[in-house]
C-alpha cells in the first residue's frame, strides 16, 4: 500500500471516528435529556399525581437522580470493557442499552394505571439509561480524540461533546412538537412519542459505529501487550488524583447546566408564569448556538491552553449566577431568551475543553476507565442532585438568591480543583503509562 493509500485510509477513518462519535453522544444525550425535559414537565402529574406541586416536582427529580448517581457504575462497567478489549465494541453495547431504555418508559403505564409499580419501573428504566451513558461518554471521547493529531486534541474531543447541545436540540424539539400538535393529549399519550423514536435513532446510530476502526492508541496498547487487568483498580491505585479533580472541576459545568435547562422549566411555568412552549424555544435556540460554541471553545484551548480556557468559563458562570434569575424575572421575553443564551455559552466555555482536559491525564491502558469514572462521578455531586437542591432552595426560601448563591459554592470548589488538577497530558502518547509491559506482569490479554 501506498503512502498516499495510507494517509488517505487514515484521513478517510478518522472523519468517520468523528461522525461515529458524534452521532452515537448526540442519541444518547438525546434520550438522557428527554427524560429531564419530562421530569419537569410531565413525570409529576403521571407517574406522582396527588401530591404538592413541588412535592411531586421533587420526586420527579428524584427519579432523575438514580439515572446520574448510576453513570460512575456505567463508567466503570464499561471502561473496564473498554480498555481491555477496544472502544468500538463497548460503544455499540451502550448505544443499544440507552436505545431500548428510552423505548420502554414510552410504553410504560401511569400511576393511575398500574399504581406504585408505575414510578418503581420507572426508577429502573432510568437506571438503565444511566449506566448507559456513564459508558458512552469515555468511549466516544476517546474514539474520536485518539484518532486526532496531538496539536487538535481539545478540538478532536470536542466534537463528541457536541452530543449535548445536539441531544439537547432534538429531545427539546421532539417535546415542543409534541405538546403543540396534540395540545391537551400530550400529558395522555403525546409525551410518549419522542421517548419511542428513539429506537430509529439507535438504528442509525448502530450504522454509523459498525463502520469505524478501533482507535489507534489502543491498537498500541493491545500491541504492545499493555493490557491490564483490572484496569479501573489500576486507575485508583496509580491516578486517583487525576480521577477525584476530574469529578469536581465539573461541578461548575455539570450543576449550573441542570438548572439552566431542567430547573428553568419548571422554575419559570410555576414561579414565573412563562410560557412552556416560549421556555422550549428559547432552550432550541441556545442549543443550537452550541452547535458553534462547543468545537470553538475546544479549538481555541488548543491555542490558549486547556486550564486559562476552563478557568475563564468558571469565572463567567460564578459572575452570571445572580444575572441569570435577574433576567428571567422581568418575565420578559427577549431578556428571558437572552439569560437562557448566555448560561449556555458559559456552560460551553467548560464543556468545549473540557474532555480533553481530563482524558489527556490518564495514560492509554486505563483512559476509558479513568477519564470514564472521573467524568461521571461528578454526575453524583453536581448533575443529579442540583436540580433537588434548587427545589428544595426555593420551596424553603422561596427566593432564587439561595439557588445563585450555590452555583457560586460550585464554581468556587471547580476552581480549587483545577489548580491542583496534575499536569499530566505528556501521559497521552505513551503507550504503557500505567504499571510495567503486561509481559512482564503477566497481566495481559491474551
Not at 20 to 29: D, F, H, L, N, P
Request: aromatic content about 10%.
Amino acid at each position: 500500500m501506498s503512502t498516499e493509500t495510507s494517509v488517505s485510509l487514515f484521513r478517510s477513518q478518522r472523519r468517520r471516528a468523528v461522525v461515529a462519535s458524534t452521532v452515537g453522544t448526540s442519541i444518547e444525550w438525546y434520550d438522557f435529556f428527554l427524560y429531564g425535559t419530562a421530569a419537569a414537565l410531565v413525570f409529576p402529574q403521571v407517574f406522582f399525581p396527588g401530591q404538592t406541586p413541588y412535592a411531586g416536582v421533587i420526586a420527579s427529580f428524584g427519579t432523575q437522580f438514580v439515572g446520574f448517581a448510576a453513570r460512575p457504575i456505567g463508567a466503570a462497567i464499561f471502561g473496564h470493557y473498554g480498555d481491555r478489549i477496544g472502544r468500538k465494541a463497548t460503544l455499540i453495547i451502550t448505544l443499544m442499552i440507552m436505545g431500548v431504555g428510552t423505548a420502554l418508559i414510552g410504553v410504560l403505564p401511569g400511576y393511575a394505571s398500574i399504581g406504585i409499580a408505575a414510578p418503581i419501573l420507572l426508577t429502573v428504566l432510568r437506571l438503565l439509561q444511566g449506566i448507559a451513558v456513564g459508558g458512552e461518554w469515555g468511549g466516544s471521547v476517546l474514539l474520536s480524540m485518539e484518532w486526532g493529531s496531538d496539536r487538535r486534541r481539545g478540538l478532536m474531543a470536542s466534537w463528541p461533546q457536541l452530543g449535548v447541545p445536539i441531544g439537547l436540540l432534538l429531545s427539546t424539539a421532539m417535546v415542543q412538537l409534541m405538546s403543540v400538535t396534540t395540545g391537551p393529549d400530550f400529558l395522555t399519550w403525546g409525551w410518549r412519542v419522542p421517548f419511542l423514536a428513539s429506537l430509529v435513532l439507535v438504528g442509525i446510530g448502530l450504522y454509523v459505529r459498525l463502520r469505524v476502526l478501533e482507535s489507534p492508541a489502543f491498537t498500541a496498547v493491545k500491541e504492545s501487550q499493555s493490557v491490564l487487568r483490572v484496569p479501573v483498580l489500576e486507575a485508583f491505585r496509580h491516578q486517583w488524583r487525576e480521577i477525584l479533580t476530574s469529578a469536581l472541576v465539573r461541578m461548575s459545568e455539570q450543576a449550573p447546566f441542570y438548572l439552566f435547562v431542567t430547573f428553568v422549566l419548571s422554575y419559570g411555568t410555576r414561579e414565573l408564569g412563562l410560557s412552556r412552549t416560549s421556555l422550549l424555544t428559547d432552550t432550541l435556540i441556545a442549543a443550537a448556538i452550541g452547535l458553534v460554541s462547543v468545537p470553538l471553545f475546544g479549538y481555541l484551548s488548543d491555542l490558549v491552553g486547556r486550564r486559562l480556557m476552563y478557568g475563564i468559563g468558571i469565572v463567567c458562570t460564578a459572575l452570571y449566577a445572580f444575572p441569570y434569575f435577574g433576567l428571567l424575572h422581568t418575565r420578559e421575553a427577549n431578556l428571558a431568551l437572552l439569560a437562557i443564551i448566555l448560561s449556555l455559552i458559559f456552560h460551553d466555555m467548560q464543556y468545549g475543553p473540557q474532555a480533553a482536559l481530563i482524558a489527556e491525564s490518564f495514560g492509554p491502558n486505563i483512559r476509558y476507565s479513568g477519564a470514564g469514572i472521573g467524568y461521571q462521578l461528578a454526575s453524583v455531586v453536581a448533575g443529579g442532585p442540583a436540580p433537588l437542591i434548587a427545589a428544595a432552595i426555593l420551596e424553603s426560601t422561596g427566593s432564587s438568591t439561595g439557588i445563585s448563591l450555590y452555583i457560586v459554592g460550585c464554581c468556587v470548589v471547580s476552581f480549587v480543583a483545577l489548580l491542583f488538577m496534575p499536569r499530566r497530558g505528556e501521559a497521552f502518547q505513551a503507550p504503557s503509562v500505567v504499571g510495567r509491559p503486561a509481559r512482564a506482569t503477566g497481566s495481559a490479554v491474551a
